[in-house]
């Protein structure tokens, strides 16, 4: 599998709010928490990583 060279780390976007985690758990964590309360949790997104490329807020 060729590596793209965009990222040096990877990263894991909660595909419920689209936020990027810096680890597989805390995605998963936000996915399941935003899955069940159609909200996001603050413990999570803390460690939410800033996303500049998306200026939707
Ligand atoms: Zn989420």
């Known amino acids: 599998m060729p590596k ?3 990222d040096e780390k990877p990263e894991y976007r909660c ?3 689209g936020l990027l985690y ?6 998963e964590r936000c996915r ?3 899955s069940k309360h159609k909200s996001c949790n ?7 990583i ?8």
Do not use: S
């Open 4 to 6: 793209t060279f965009a």
């Open 32 to 34: 399941k928490w935003c």
């Open 22 to 27: 810096p680890t597989e758990e805390l995605a």
């Open 42 to 48: 603050l413990e999570i997104i803390q460690h939410a």
């Open 15 to 17: 595909p419920e709010c």
């Open 50 to 57: 800033k996303d500049e490329h998306d200026n939707h807020r």
